[in-house]
């Protein structure tokens, strides 16, 4: 899975944000020759569905089925960015149950929630802890017209306190049985396939990405297509 360390961006990244769009246009139609048609077309096709108007921030996730399980969600309802924070448990998704999902969805991994909320703040996100709360709304209503970050425990125990006490908002899946709560992959997809839906079904367009956003996704996925993709998009960008 495509691991973005803000503080250290890959060489291609550091190459990308040096180039303007018409570059990156000659660049993704050269690259893009390296791969099959249908390839493309997929490329192509699925991109444009991509949003980070929404994203998922997980705090110390460590069963790696749940880890994937999360992350073929994500990459299922267009949502191309996980932020994860690793204070004890590493971000390690189980392949088999990942089913190829991360080549296509990036994560931001952080030391603890601080650095993790300062950055989606910086990014324009309000942090909703998803938590029953005194303050809490139900997920349905939960408004979705400037950028939401949806933030999820870990297994066993849920949101650290500090993860509740630090969110601007908090956020609840309404629930008619015994069982106190939904399994973290479960509340994931609820939460995801309820948000996007009424995004896309919205007249917000802040959803999309922007042409030069969609470009840069476009190259990122080739990247990880081409075999040593990042040393060949490098080599092409130079030329």
């Known amino acids: 899975m495509p691991r973005i360390d803000l503080s250290n961006p890959s060489p291609l990244a550091s190459r ?33 569905l991509r949003t980070r108007h929404i994203t998922v921030a997980l705090e110390d996730v460590y069963q790696s089925h749940n880890a994937a399980a999360v992350l073929r969600s994500c990459d299922c309802f267009g949502i191309q960015d996980i932020h994860v924070v690793e204070r004890n448990n590493p971000f390690n998704p189980a392949g088999d149950v990942a089913v190829g999902s991360s080549k296509w969805v990036d994560y931001y991994p952080y030391p603890d929630i601080q650095s993790a909320y300062r950055t989606l703040r910086e990014k324009g996100y309000r942090i909703v802890a998803t938590t029953p709360h005194t303050n809490d709304t139900l997920i349905t209503d939960l408004d979705i017209s400037t950028p939401v970050a949806l933030i999820f425990g870990t297994e066993l125990t849920g949101l650290t ?29 609820l939460s995801l396939f309820n948000l996007t839906e009424r995004l896309r079904h919205s007249n917000n367009q802040a959803f999309m990405q922007s042409s030069n956003e969609l470009l840069d996704l476009k190259l990122h996925w080739l990247a990880q297509t081409i075999r040593d993709g990042e040393q060949v998009l490098l080599m092409l960008s130079n030329n």
Do not use: W
């Open 161 to 189: 306190p500090e993860a509740i006490d630090l969110a601007d908002e908090y956020v609840k899946i309404p629930m008619y049985g015994f069982t106190e709560s939904f399994n973290i992959s479960v509340s994931v997809a």
């Open 16 to 48: 990308l944000a040096s180039l303007s769009h018409e570059q990156k246009e000659s660049l993704y139609e050269r690259a893009s020759q390296l791969v099959s048609e249908n390839r493309r077309e997929l490329i192509d096709r699925i991109a444009p």
